[in-house]
């Protein structure tokens, strides 16, 4: 069903026990994105737009805000020896990820893929 | 051709999840090369092909006036969390637009108003709309991209 509502609070398994939808709700990833060296976006949601800052240093810009800019991320790269990051950069309109190859901590492109998970305003 | 539910008043997310569910994404060729600060390189802009289909869609966005809004709070001192956030939702939704007027909302969106406001306030533009294909092929020196010198405020194509 297109765009149909299933208004419940709770989700009861026969076995395995219930679950309140608010957590389902909260719970959710408010965006992602995957996108490659130089911002190109190949997959997202929630995001209007991403800003290729400098080497390995790209923001992904909301569409819906965040509540506060205290969400939380999580980040992965691609490749041997490089890792995702976030900085305390981030506001409630956008998350800036960094990719560092992992020896010497540096600046590297590379795909960048973060999930956000939070409160939207 | 695909016709948008009456979305004034449900939350911003939930319509993006229809558009998700609904329309193809858009991959535009428009980039938006601005620098915010002398110290550093030239900085990007690039759409993400679903938002710019909600763009193109219609009443789907909110105003971009509504994210000012909410910037304006946010820059306030003592900020914890936003509690006009129903300014995204039961403000009006936009109407249809063209790529380029996606492109200018995006700008006045994401962009930094220090720079869109004044961007051509200065020896040379601090902000060019260009295509993906006028960027370098490669990034190899991406930290020494600039805006050319050689281009004058007063042009509105680039060469």
Known sequence: ???????????????????????????????YGYSNSGAT??????????????????????????????????AAATGANKVNGTSTNNTTSDVNIQVRNLPDNTLVDNYASPAVHGVLA | MTVTPEFQGTHLWDRLCWAKETLDSVQ????VVYEDSIDECAKILVPDPNWMACALQGGILPPVEVYWELAKDEAEEGFTKHTRGYLLHNTKPVDAMTEEQ???YLIMKDVPQSVWRVWDEGNKPKMVICRKEQLPGTREWRNAWKISEDLATNETVAA
């Open chain 2, 28 to 31: 535009s060729d428009y980039r």
């Open chain 2, 102 to 104: 996606a492109i200018e």
């Open chain 1, 41 to 74: 976006p190949d997959s997202s949601f929630n995001v209007a737009s991403m800003t290729d800052n400098s080497t390995g240093n790209y923001d992904f810009n909301f569409t819906s805000s965040m509540s506060n800019a205290l969400y939380q991320v999580s």
């Open chain 1, 1 to 31: 069903m297109a765009f149909g509502t299933l208004k419940a609070d709770t989700l009861t398994h026969s076995t395995a026990g219930s679950l309140a939808t608010n957590f389902v709700v909260n719970g959710s990833a408010k965006a």
